[in-house]
DNA sequence: CATAATGGCCGAATTAAATTCCGTATCAAT
DNA sequence: ATTGATACGGAATTTAATTCGGCCATTATG
């Protein structure tokens, strides 16, 4: 059993699938994670140890990654949002870059597809700080240019949602893929 | 009294700036918010009541917005990450194109500065999920294109930290700003 | 300058919740 | 049919959250 549980954590795959109690469970602490076991069984159909014994299965899993406060970033002083697009001569993922994630203004940080190499998202708390950032930037080797577009309105933010759109309204004049 | 409460809600201020203490909790409870006030209290160098009030306080100033369980993206069949830019005709902050929000597949949506008007952040099964959505954009009115950044990997995610960066590494060849 | 008033803290006591422990039912594989 | 494994619920126990009262420091007030 112990090779099983290396086998989970190596994959990082869930050990099962989850099943519709398990949505349920994730839907309503992903709202709010303190609520106690009573009222987290009684809202998804299980009784205090029973929704107990899930979510530590949730955890173990890897499903549930973490339970974290969720602050407003103007209480830490940290009104500007901005997501910055780096493009970079030859492969990006250099440990020089990787190092910028050191910086507690980065929150994300991810290579994509398309016309630039990586994509940062970045909170500070003024344009001066976000200069900072950039100029830390352009001093990295391999750094060509940056495109930054500063967040003017935030309309929505919030974790990563269990459920699923099943049907998408299919548009009038759109063929059907072959797969 | 109550005219003070009110005031806070409506400002959206914090009562009063988070001192240091503040900021260790916030930085305790971003990474772990399931410890027990005792603990949390040890690291702060509080008593568990003290350290209790302090949250509370966070909590009802609103500097801890909410606690969340963190989801990971694959347990709940969320595999591709994308940034979405659109473009509008007009101004783009329609109610049409609010309502996209209510897809659980959108996490962030947000008005931005550069070239573009709204940019999304949105997490979705598959290619075929992903152009569901973007069908679903055109079909919106007011939207002319779109640009979309798939994510390829994903090297650093995570909440708002409460931690600033004070000084920023000064490169050589840059001026000294007025302000 | 003295003195009330406030806010934040601690220790102890109380209440509530987390966690453990079994016994039982259900389902799958043999 | 029988065994094994899994998930569940109820009751008991342990642990943590929460309340309470008193103390100290800082700040406002006469």
Redesign the interface.
């Known amino acids: 059993m112990d090779a099983e549980t290396d086998d989970i954590q190596r994959n990082?795959?869930?050990a099962r699938e989850?099943d519709p109690i398990d949505?349920k469970i994730?839907g309503v602490?992903?709202?709010?994670?303190?609520i106690s076991y009573a009222e987290l069984g009684e809202r998804v159909g299980l009784s205090p140890p029973a929704a107990h014994e899930r979510v530590k299965r949730?955890k173990r899993?890897?499903?549930?990654?973490?339970?974290?406060?969720?602050?407003?970033?103007?209480?830490?002083?940290?009104p500007l949002?901005a997501?910055v697009?780096i493009d970079t001569r030859g492969w990006g993922?250099t440990p020089e870059l990787?190092a910028v994630?050191k910086?507690?203004?980065?929150?994300?940080?991810?290579?994509?597809?398309?016309d630039?190499c990586m994509?940062l998202k970045v909170?500070t708390?003024d344009t001066?700080?976000l200069e900072?950032?950039l100029?830390?930037l352009?001093?990295t080797p391999g750094v060509t240019s940056t495109?930054?577009?500063?967040?003017?309105?935030?309309?929505?933010?919030?974790?990563?949602?269990?459920?699923?759109?099943s049907e998408?309204?299919?548009?009038k004049h759109?063929a059907t893929?072959m797969y």
Chains 1, 2 share one sequence.
């Open positions: 990082k795959h869930p989850a949505r994730l602490l992903v709202e709010d994670a303190t949730l899993s890897g499903a549930i990654r973490a339970t974290s406060a969720i602050i407003d970033p103007r209480a830490v002083k940290k949002l997501f697009h993922k990787m994630s910086y507690p203004e980065v929150e994300e940080m991810h290579t994509v597809a398309g630039t994509l909170r708390e001066r700080a900072g950032l100029a830390r352009y001093d495109r930054s577009y500063v967040v003017l309105s935030t309309y929505l933010e919030r974790p990563v949602q269990p459920e699923i759109t998408w309204p299919a548009p759109m893929p």
